[in-house]
C-alpha cells in the first residue's frame, strides 16, 4: 500500500450498492426483465399428512390462460436428489400441510393464481401428529446435529455432581417455532437454453443452488447458471436450493417459456424452513462461593418425516463455562411438519435462552450477581476439547458492558425499581458464536486502466459482502477503493461458500486476500486463489467470538406490556472491517433477538396441523415502535489465527443471548420467572397484583 492511501479495512464505508438500492436500479430475482415470461403459482396440501389421488381443474378455467397443471400424475420425472423436499410434484405422499402437490403455469399472475384457488384435489387423509412433546412415544437420539457435531457429549458424573451439590437449579425452558421472513420472499424465474438452465433465484449460495438443482434434472452444475446479484434478506432460509426453484424450472420444461414463480408471504411458513421449536431441560449445579460443579442441557425438538434436521440447540453450552462434571444432549421426533431448516444463529440463539437463564436463576439461588457468577466459572481452555483459546474476550466484554450500561446502580432486589406506572428491571447473558471459515476461490485481473476485477461466487444478502471484499481487496492491492470493482452473485464466477454461518467475509475475504497477493507476487494480470488447503489445516477448536447483552425493560404494573427502553450490546469479534456495516449486523441480531424474546411465536393448531398465524399481520415481528435505544460496541481485537484479515463473524451473535437477557430483566423488574418464550401478556398478568 502506498504511502498516501489509507487503509480501507476498518472504515465505515458506505454500502458500494446502495445508490442502486435506493433508487431502484438494483434487480432482485423475480425483477429480471425476460422475455416472453409466463406465471406459476403453488397449490398446496391442505392436510398434514395423506395421499394426493387426482388432481382435477375446474372446467371454467380459461384454457388460453393456464398453459399447464403439473401433480405426480403428470409431471416429468425427476432424479431423487440428496433432499427429499426438492423432489416436487413426484409422488402420491403428503407430509405436511402446505407441502407443495401441484403448479399452475398461466400467461398471467392473476390466471394462475386464480386457477390454483379453483383446482380440486382428491385427498385420502390420514391422522397426524404435529405436536412435539417432551415425553413423545417416538423420541429418539440423532447422530448428529447441525452441520456435524456429535449429538451427545459426556464428561465426568453428572448425576453424583448433581447430587452431592449444596445450590442447584433443575428448570426447563421452551422456545416457540419461529419463521425466516425475509422482506424479499423466495423467488425465481427459470429459463432453459436448450438443455441449459439459467436461473435468477433469491438465495445465499448461487454455486450450491446450481449444483443442487442440477442434480434434481440430471445436470452438472456447469450447465446451471445460477444469478443472484441482490437478495433481500435470507437469514439461513436461502442457503439452500428452495422447491420454488426447481417448480419454476419444472414448468419451464413443461411450457416451454421462461416461468416466474415468486412465493406468497403465507408459503414461506411452511415451504422454505423455520426454526424448530425446544424444549431444554438445563440443570446447574454449584458449591456455595458459585463454582459450577456440573452442567447437564438436553434438548428436544421436531424434525420432519421427510428430512432430518438435527438443530444444535446445546453446542454453545459445551463452550461457555467450566465445570468437570458435564453433559449435553440433543432428542428428535419425526413429526408430520415441514422440515425444519438454517434460522439466524440456529442452536446457539435458542439454546442461549436456556443456558443464560439458568444461570441467571443459579446467581439468584447463590445470592451472587449475575455477572459475578459468569466471572468466577470462565475456563483457561476450551471447556471440552482443551485446545486453548485463539482469543476469548468474553470477561471484558462483561465487566466494559456492564460499566458502559450503568450495571453497578442495580439494586439486585425484584420488584426494587418502579417509576410511575412502570417496573424497571436490567439482566444480562452472555453470547458466543463460532467462528468458521469455508474454501472458496477467487479471481483478480489487472485491468489496462490501472483498475482491478475481483470475482467470486459470493451473495450479498444485506450484510454488506460487497463492500467488505471490496475494502480487503483495495488494502491488498495498495489502491484505493474506487480502483476495485467486485463481481459476486453469479454461480459462473470462481466457487464461493454460502452466505450462512457468520462465514462469508472469513471464507470469500481469505480468498480474495490470497488472490490479490499471488497477483502482486507474480506480477501477472491475473490470479487464481483456492483457500481450501489453508482453510483444511485450520485447528476447529478454541476459535469463536464473545460478547455480553444487556437490557433494561419496563413493565406496565397493570397491563403487563413489555417495553426494552434499552439494549446494548458489548462484542469481542476479532478486527471489525467495516463499522458501519459490522453496527448493523449487531443490531439487526439484537432486535431479532427482542423479537424472538417478546413477540415471535408460531402458533400450532395440532387438530389442523398447521400455524394459524401464518402472515405478518399475526407472525408479530419487532416494528420501530418497539425500539428505544438498541446500541452496540466492540473491544480492540485481531486474531490472525482465524483467518489472514484477523476477522471473527458477527452476522448471529447479536440474536445469542438477547432473548435472554430480556427474559432476566423482566424477572429483576416483576419477581416473575417466564420460561415459555415469548414473554406474553397472560403470562405475567396473574403475577403483577
Given at each position: 500500500m502506498?504511502?498516501?492511501?489509507?487503509?480501507?479495512?476498518?472504515?465505515?464505508l458506505?454500502?458500494?450498492?446502495?445508490?442502486?438500492?435506493?433508487?431502484?436500479?438494483?434487480?432482485?430475482?423475480?425483477?429480471y426483465?425476460?422475455?416472453?415470461?409466463?406465471?406459476?403459482?403453488?397449490?398446496?396440501?391442505?392436510?398434514?399428512?395423506?395421499?394426493?389421488?387426482?388432481?382435477?381443474?375446474?372446467?371454467?378455467?380459461?384454457?388460453?390462460?393456464v398453459l399447464?397443471?403439473?401433480?405426480?400424475?403428470?409431471?416429468?420425472r425427476?432424479?431423487?436428489?440428496?433432499?427429499?423436499?426438492l423432489?416436487?410434484?413426484?409422488s402420491?405422499r403428503?407430509?405436511?400441510?402446505g407441502?407443495?402437490?401441484?403448479?399452475?403455469?398461466?400467461?398471467?399472475?392473476e390466471?394462475?393464481?386464480?386457477?390454483?384457488?379453483v383446482i380440486?384435489?382428491?385427498?385420502t387423509e390420514e391422522p397426524?401428529?404435529?405436536?412435539?412433546?417432551?415425553?413423545?412415544?417416538?423420541?429418539?437420539?440423532?447422530?448428529?446435529?447441525?452441520?456435524?457435531?456429535?449429538a451427545?457429549?459426556?464428561s465426568?458424573d453428572?448425576?453424583?455432581?448433581f447430587a452431592?451439590?449444596?445450590?442447584k437449579?433443575?428448570?426447563?425452558?421452551?422456545?416457540?417455532?419461529?419463521?425466516?421472513?425475509?422482506?424479499?420472499?423466495?423467488?425465481?424465474?427459470?429459463v432453459?437454453?436448450?438443455?441449459d438452465?439459467?436461473?435468477?433465484?433469491?438465495?445465499?449460495?448461487?454455486?450450491?443452488v446450481?449444483?443442487?438443482?442440477?442434480?434434481?434434472?440430471?445436470?452438472?452444475?456447469?450447465?446451471?447458471?445460477?444469478?443472484?446479484?441482490?437478495?433481500?434478506?435470507?437469514?439461513?432460509?436461502?442457503g439452500?436450493?428452495?422447491p420454488n426453484?426447481?417448480?419454476?424450472a419444472?414448468?419451464?420444461?413443461?411450457?416451454?417459456r421462461?416461468?416466474?414463480?415468486?412465493?406468497p408471504?403465507?408459503?414461506?411458513?411452511?415451504?422454505v424452513?423455520?426454526?424448530?421449536?425446544?424444549i431444554q431441560?438445563?440443570r446447574?449445579?454449584?458449591?456455595?462461593d458459585g463454582?459450577?460443579?456440573?452442567?447437564?442441557?438436553?434438548?428436544?425438538?421436531?424434525t420432519?418425516?421427510?428430512?432430518?434436521?438435527?438443530?444444535?440447540?446445546?453446542?454453545?453450552?459445551?463452550?461457555?463455562?467450566a465445570?468437570?462434571?458435564?453433559?449435553?444432549?440433543?432428542?428428535?421426533?419425526?413429526l408430520?411438519m415441514?422440515?425444519?431448516?438454517w434460522?439466524?444463529?440456529?442452536?446457539?440463539?435458542?439454546?442461549?435462552?436456556?443456558l443464560?437463564?439458568?444461570?441467571?436463576?443459579?446467581a439468584?439461588?447463590l445470592?451472587?450477581?449475575?455477572?459475578e457468577?459468569r466471572?468466577?466459572?470462565?475456563?483457561r481452555?476450551?471447556p471440552?476439547?482443551?485446545?486453548?483459546f485463539?482469543?476469548?474476550?468474553?470477561?471484558?466484554?462483561l465487566r466494559?458492558?456492564?460499566?458502559?450500561?450503568g450495571?453497578?446502580?442495580?439494586?439486585p432486589?425484584?420488584?426494587?425499581?418502579?417509576?410511575g406506572n412502570?417496573?424497571?428491571g436490567?439482566?444480562?447473558?452472555?453470547?458466543?458464536?463460532?467462528?468458521m471459515?469455508q474454501?472458496?476461490?477467487?479471481?483478480?485481473r489487472?485491468?489496462?486502466?490501472?483498475r482491478y476485477?475481483?470475482?467470486?461466487?459470493?451473495?450479498?444478502?444485506?450484510?454488506?459482502a460487497?463492500?467488505?471484499?471490496?475494502?480487503?481487496?483495495?488494502?491488498?492491492?495498495?489502491?484505493?477503493?474506487?480502483?476495485?470493482?467486485?463481481?459476486?452473485?453469479?454461480?459462473?464466477?470462481?466457487?464461493?461458500?454460502?452466505?450462512?454461518?457468520?462465514?462469508?467475509?472469513?471464507?470469500?475475504g481469505?480468498a480474495?486476500?490470497?488472490?490479490c497477493?499471488?497477483?502482486?507476487?507474480?506480477?501477472n494480470?491475473?490470479?487464481?486463489?483456492?483457500?481450501?488447503?489453508e482453510v483444511?489445516?485450520q485447528e476447529?477448536?478454541?476459535?469463536?467470538?464473545?460478547?455480553?447483552?444487556?437490557a433494561?425493560?419496563?413493565?406496565?404494573?397493570?397491563?403487563?406490556e413489555?417495553?426494552?427502553?434499552?439494549?446494548?450490546?458489548?462484542?469481542?469479534v476479532?478486527?471489525?472491517l467495516n463499522?458501519?456495516?459490522?453496527?448493523s449486523?449487531?443490531?439487526?441480531?439484537?432486535t431479532?433477538?427482542?423479537g424472538?424474546a417478546?413477540?415471535?411465536?408460531g402458533?400450532?393448531?395440532?387438530a389442523?396441523?398447521?400455524?394459524?398465524?401464518?402472515?405478518?399481520?399475526?407472525?408479530?415481528v419487532?416494528?420501530?415502535?418497539?425500539?428505544?435505544?438498541?446500541?452496540?460496541?466492540?473491544?480492540?481485537?485481531?486474531?490472525?489465527?482465524v483467518?489472514?484479515?484477523g476477522?471473527k463473524?458477527i452476522?448471529?451473535?447479536g440474536?445469542?443471548?438477547?432473548?435472554a437477557?430480556?427474559v432476566?430483566?423482566?424477572?429483576?423488574?416483576?419477581?416473575?420467572?417466564?420460561?415459555d418464550?415469548?414473554?406474553?401478556?397472560?403470562?405475567l398478568l396473574?403475577?403483577l397484583?
Open positions: 502506498t504511502a498516501t492511501t489509507a487503509p480501507a479495512v476498518g472504515s465505515p458506505g454500502r458500494i450498492e446502495g445508490p442502486a438500492k435506493v433508487t431502484g436500479a438494483a434487480r432482485y430475482a423475480a425483477e426483465p425476460v422475455e416472453d415470461v409466463v406465471h406459476a403459482w403453488v397449490v398446496q396440501s391442505p392436510v398434514a399428512r395423506g395421499t394426493l389421488d387426482a388432481v382435477i381443474v375446474d372446467p371454467t378455467t380459461e384454457d388460453d390462460d399447464a397443471v403439473l401433480w405426480h400424475g403428470n409431471a416429468p425427476l432424479e431423487q436428489p440428496d433432499d427429499p423436499e423432489a416436487v410434484l413426484q402420491e403428503i407430509s405436511y400441510r407441502q407443495a402437490v401441484a403448479l399452475v403455469v398461466a400467461r398471467t399472475l390466471a394462475a393464481r386464480r386457477a390454483a384457488q380440486g384435489l382428491e385427498i397426524h401428529d404435529t405436536l412435539l412433546t417432551a415425553d413423545h412415544p417416538e423420541i429418539y437420539s440423532p447422530e448428529q446435529v447441525n452441520p456435524a457435531f456429535p451427545d457429549t459426556r465426568g453428572v448425576e453424583q455432581a452431592a451439590a449444596p445450590v437449579v433443575d428448570v426447563t425452558y421452551r422456545t416457540p417455532a419461529l419463521h425466516n421472513n425475509p422482506m424479499e420472499p423466495h423467488a425465481t424465474i427459470a432453459w437454453q436448450g438443455d438452465l439459467v436461473l435468477y433465484d433469491s438465495n445465499q449460495h448461487p454455486p450450491g446450481a449444483g443442487a438443482v442440477g442434480a434434481v434434472f440430471g445436470l452438472p452444475a456447469e450447465r446451471v447458471h445460477v444469478i443472484t446479484e441482490h437478495v433481500g434478506g435470507g437469514f439461513g432460509s436461502k439452500s436450493a428452495r426453484a426447481v417448480l419454476a419444472l414448468g419451464a420444461r413443461v411450457v416451454g421462461p416461468v416466474k414463480l415468486a412465493l408471504r403465507q408459503a414461506l411458513f411452511s415451504m424452513g423455520h426454526r424448530t421449536p425446544t431441560r438445563i446447574l449445579a454449584a458449591e456455595r463454582t459450577l460443579t456440573a452442567i447437564d442441557h438436553e434438548a428436544v425438538e421436531h420432519s418425516r421427510l428430512f432430518e434436521f438435527a438443530e444444535q440447540t446445546t453446542v454453545a453450552t459445551r463452550h461457555m463455562y465445570a468437570a462434571n458435564r453433559h449435553t444432549g440433543h432428542r428428535l421426533v419425526r408430520d415441514p422440515t425444519p431448516r434460522m439466524r444463529a440456529p442452536g446457539e440463539a435458542p439454546g442461549m435462552v436456556g443464560e437463564c439458568a444461570m441467571d436463576e443459579l439468584e439461588e445470592g451472587l450477581d449475575p455477572i457468577l466471572i468466577r466459572n470462565e475456563p481452555v476450551e471440552e476439547s482443551g485446545v486453548p485463539s482469543s476469548r474476550q468474553y470477561l471484558q466484554c466494559e458492558g456492564a460499566e458502559r450500561f450495571w453497578a446502580d442495580r439494586d432486589r425484584p420488584r426494587s425499581r418502579r417509576e412502570w417496573w424497571v436490567l439482566g444480562v447473558a452472555g453470547a458466543t458464536y463460532p467462528t471459515a474454501p472458496s476461490t477467487a479471481r483478480v489487472a485491468r489496462p486502466d490501472g476485477d475481483v470475482a467470486v461466487a459470493a451473495t450479498d444478502i444485506g450484510t454488506g460487497r463492500t467488505i471484499l471490496t475494502q480487503i481487496a483495495a488494502d491488498e492491492l495498495g489502491v484505493p477503493v474506487d480502483r476495485v470493482r467486485v463481481r459476486i452473485g453469479d454461480s459462473t464466477l470462481p466457487k464461493a461458500s454460502v452466505a450462512g454461518g457468520s462465514s462469508g467475509s472469513a471464507s470469500w481469505w480474495v486476500t490470497g488472490a497477493r499471488e497477483l502482486r507476487r507474480s506480477g494480470d491475473e490470479a487464481v486463489y483456492d483457500s481450501t488447503e483444511q489445516q476447529k477448536d478454541g476459535k469463536h467470538a464473545y460478547g455480553a447483552h444487556f433494561e425493560v419496563r413493565v406496565d404494573a397493570d397491563t403487563g413489555v417495553r426494552v427502553s434499552r439494549l446494548f450490546g458489548m462484542y469481542a476479532g478486527r471489525v463499522p458501519r456495516t459490522a453496527r449486523q449487531f443490531i439487526g441480531g439484537m431479532m433477538g427482542l424472538m417478546l413477540h415471535e411465536e402458533v400450532l393448531d395440532p389442523m396441523g398447521d400455524w394459524v398465524n401464518h402472515d405478518l399481520a399475526e407472525y408479530h419487532p416494528v420501530h415502535a418497539d425500539i428505544e435505544s438498541v446500541e452496540a460496541a466492540w473491544l480492540s481485537e485481531d486474531d490472525r489465527a483467518n489472514p484479515m476477522s463473524g452476522g448471529e451473535i440474536i445469542v443471548g438477547s432473548p437477557a430480556i432476566n430483566a423482566v424477572r429483576h423488574a416483576t419477581g416473575i420467572r417466564v420460561r418464550l415469548p414473554v406474553r401478556l397472560d403470562k396473574p403475577y397484583a
